[in-house]
């Protein structure tokens, strides 16, 4: 039996492996400076943070080592919001006391500290992630002061669930820690409930969620109305009117990557294993 | 910076992102029922394994916990022959008294003993692996007994490494492990002295090697004429007469699978990242 940190670590290697998924690399796409194998060794490189994380070691310290070993390689940002969404369900996984549930998850979320917090803004020093401006008057948390920020968060004693719950207006990873999970334990029913090569099936779901919600990640990059209209792609995609494959190569034309959506199907595919989906 | 056990898995998966790669799995083809994803949890799988032979463990431990590990997937046989081309590699790498040289890596084979053969037979009961009937009067000895063959062994107090000499005339990993990995090390040459993405560059390499010698699980798992065919083939498309991914569509057809030689890659891919190949 694989351990959960390797479900987790397997889960990132599926999902990257998909294909198509309109946008993102995957197995028969990439960018230049973005690469499938950035992908792989960025997946090995979150191993030992995660084994941290189901093994009950504090959640920010966990996800700060997965980001540093994740970085580990030339292209960047690879999987940093998949792990973020990953880490409480691998803790909620790993932990006696909870279980691989929505409120096991959410329990997980809630035990944070401001340790953890200051440990998710250290993870923003070891890579680049696209963030928006923080809102007027909160530029003192500003997570691209990284390490710089902690005194303020100390003294406004934010654990990380607090700054987290900060972006769920604009990060759907974010509505995710603080809304129970929804959409990654629904994203794992779908894959467990299909046939077929696991890579297949979390490809299909990856459709079905970027058609039924804008991704945040390009919302954040491009802006509202480029997430919309990939949104309705995705939709027309789905109902037929446009081959997926044709929409994965404009998106990737566009530099559109719907990077929030594939981070969901890593948490699912992650819940799915967990559950015993076999691969 | 990644760990040896690390850099070991992430070879495995490089080398089978690498494509086209005639005749392999590879992120462009698969069969129906050894897929892409096999590969992936295959790798995952011997991670434990992999740092166990970084640790200094004794071998014949370290690659039947790797080979269980990687046997967690419906595929079947993945890595098992990468595995054990990789484990004497991954041991000297670890080792503070050797070096990850031809010479570090033939005294980690040295240093074996009959436990260490025996819990190789026991990694036969773990997986389905291709092999050739014994010669005659070695049929105590063959390694499908699994731990049945272990009195044999003990009897005759064969070490791994007399038991993989014996395979010699058969199987190019066992080439490897008493020659010095003469191949795995000109590989990894190659591999670093290329320019481009990590993948391509492997697969180029494994055309080279695929054209330069017989692959021996071609030979065992249909016959030397066909193994010879394979070669002049790869030499075709290495001179331009054919396009490799043709001849990657034209192996999968016939189900030619040149493991060995992906096996040589993996162990090269290894040998480069430990020596600083960026990915």
Known sequence: MRTTAENAELALLLEVAGTPKPGNVD???EYPDLRFEHFLAGAVGTREGLRMAADGEPLGA??????SGMSEQSGGNTQF????????????????????TPGGATAAVEATTVADAADFYRAFEAVEVAVPDPPEGLEPLDVRRGSEAIPALESRELSLADVIERSTSVDGIAREWVGGFERTFDAAAAIEGGDGPVTDRAAAVFLDLLADEVDTFVAKRHDRETAERVRERAAAALEGSVDPETLAEEFVAEGINPGTTADIIAGGLFVALE?????
Chains 1, 2 share one sequence.
């Open 275 to 279: 559950r015993g989906l076999d691969v």
């Open 81 to 100: 919001g998949a792990v973020l969404l990953q880490v409480p369900l691998v803790a909620a996984a790993g932990a006696a006391e909870h279980e691989l």
């Open 62 to 67: 966990a996800f700060l080592r997965a980001v």
């Open 27 to 29: 197995r028969h796409r």
